[in-house]
């Protein structure tokens, strides 16, 4: 999820609030028909991470050969767990999008990068405006996503909350939205929970590189 648009440089940053889960196998029809009944917005991109060198507490990206993303990992301030819903890891960051990628990612699978398709389905929360498409800029909100994922051929895929805005608003817009989005279970017996709650870029970090 992206909070500033590729087209800006915008060297203050954003701050987000975040919680994500990743699964193997391919989203079924029922996981994307319960999260249809929010508003949805479909983005079908090719994001590439870089892995190596690890940069320890920095996630580096070219989202679709178009905006280099940098975030800034600022630590765990919790928990999110909904009773026999979900349990994740809430993780802060500070990121910044600029419109240049570096050069050289030409290939399909560059030596350092992990190039990862995406089929995004996106819906904005906030609690003073409710849900549908994104207001101004640096209105508190949260962003969730239902992705479809396919790395190196393998399918998985990924529900994500990033909530951004004043740093004080965070835990506050998670929390509503994840109300709202949980309010009915998610079908198929999907668990949510720790062992598979994380960002992209510790998921990328243990999956077996080429060979």
């Known amino acids: 999820m992206t909070a500033v648009q590729p087209e800006t440089l915008d060297t ?6 975040e919680v994500r889960w990743i699964l193997p196998g391919q989203l079924t029809a029922a996981a994307a028909g319960w999260f249809a009944r929010f508003p949805v917005e479909t983005r079908v991109v090719e994001d590439v991470y870089l892995l190596d060198p690890h940069l320890p507490g920095l996630s580096v990206k ?6 280099l993303e940098v975030k800034m990992y600022r630590g765990r ?3 999110l767990e909904l009773a026999g819903s979900a349990r994740g890891r809430l993780e802060s960051w500070h990121k910044w999008s600029f419109s ?12 350092g990068w992990r190039p990862v398709s995406k089929r995004r389905r996106i819906s904005w929360f906030s609690q003073v405006t409710g ?3 994104p207001g101004p800029g640096g209105e508190p909100r949260c962003a969730v996503e239902l992705t479809e994922v396919d790395v190196r051929g ?5 529900l994500g909350f990033e909530a951004t805005g004043p740093a004080e608003a965070l835990r506050s817009e ?3 939205a994840a109300a709202l989005v949980f309010g009915q279970a998610l079908p198929g017996g999907a668990e949510l929970g720790m062992d598979n709650s994380g960002s992209y870029g510790q998921w990328l970090r243990r999956r077996p590189g080429p060979g």
Request: aromatic share 6%; glycine share 22%.
């Open 100 to 111: 240049h990628g570096p050069p050289g990612l030409g290939s399909a699978d560059p030596h």
């Open 131 to 133: 849900v549908g498409a």
């Open 77 to 79: 301030p919790g928990l």
């Open 174 to 176: 998670l929390d509503a």
């Open 154 to 158: 393998e399918a998985w895929w990924t």
């Open 62 to 67: 070219v989202r679709g050969g178009r905006a």
């Open 12 to 17: 203050r940053g954003v701050r987000s609030l």
